[in-house]
């Protein structure tokens, strides 16, 4: 298994310029990442384990040229980050997009330690792009799409970070006037078998969005594009576009030119989408 390799990471990430392990680095190297590197989870609707060990990551997302979700690409960017000189851990979140009850720990960030003082970083959200934030009540920050987020203490959650903003920057989910929540977590060690346990969920479990939906996404330079299932989501500046894809071609002609992402005409065809 291939072990991780910085050189060919940022190579990845088209990020030639040294990082410093400071603010502007971590800004930079999370941006690079989102920019580069598509949320997706189609090896899960295509009947496939995920592996969140180091090497298996490295090998999928850099090597492979492929996506994943939170606990692929968050294992890869705390990777980056040890390699780049941060002091970082994962930390176990709940996504409360769409959730009518408590969601599972189902999501991964990284809390990343600066100056004395911790941040939230995300590189595997793959709701919108959410922008590194010092770890502090009330606190705010302003995304390259124009959307604010702010991190708020709410009680038994613990931290809850919410965003305010267009959504058609977004997946599709969580709209609605003001901020809105996205995920909450409750600061504390995240083991491996933490980790583990909430991949497996995600990847196994009937009631997870990813045994049912496939997702895609990706962060653009001035905007977003999502690929739920048929349902096809771009927003570039003022450009905006949606459109419902009913031919398995034109999917897996997006899936390349859009996402990067180049599946075989029999995967588009185990993904279920497109009768016949």
């Known amino acids: 298994m291939t072990s991780f390799n910085f050189a060919d990471y940022l190579q990845r990430i088209h990020l030639s310029e040294p990082i410093a392990a400071d603010v502007t680095g971590l800004e930079a190297l999370q941006r690079a990442h989102r920019l580069a590197i598509p949320f997706e989870n189609l090896d ?6 995920i592996a969140i060990d180091s090497g298996a990551v490295f090998a999928k997302l850099v090597t492979a040229r492929r996506g994943g979700y939170c606990f692929e690409h968050n294992r890869l960017f705390l990777d980056a980050l040890a390699a780049a000189g941060f002091t970082a851990r994962p930390q176990l979140a709940r ?47 302003t995304a390259p799409d124009g959307a604010s987020f ?36 409750v600061p504390g060690t995240a083991y491996d078998a933490d980790l583990a346990m909430g991949n497996l969920w995600a990847a196994t479990a009937p009631g997870s969005r990813f045994r049912t939906t496939s997702v895609v996404s990706i962060v ?35 899936l390349s030119m859009m996402f990067g992402i180049d599946l075989s005409v029999d995967e588009v065809a185990q993904l279920g989408l497109f009768a016949g």
Not at 44 to 49: A, D, E, I, Y
């Open 150 to 185: 702010r991190l708020t203490r709410e009680g038994e959650q613990g931290w809850m970070l919410s965003r305010a903003g267009d959504p058609a920057t977004t997946d599709g989910r969580g709209g609605g006037d003001g901020f809105q929540p996205q995920y909450s977590f």
């Open 44 to 49: 899960v609707m295509l009947g496939r384990p």
């Open 220 to 254: 653009l330079p001035r905007g977003f594009a999502s690929l739920t299932d048929r349902a096809y989501r771009r927003r570039a500046g003022s450009d905006d576009a949606q459109t419902e894809i009913t031919d398995p071609r034109v999917y897996r002609l997006r």
């Open 95 to 141: 996504v409360w997009l769409g959730a009518e009850t408590t969601p599972p720990l189902t999501h991964a960030i990284s809390i990343v330690t600066l100056d004395g003082g911790e941040w939230i970083a995300d590189a595997g959200f793959g709701g919108s792009y959410t922008p590194p934030m010092p770890l502090i009540d009330g606190a705010e920050a």
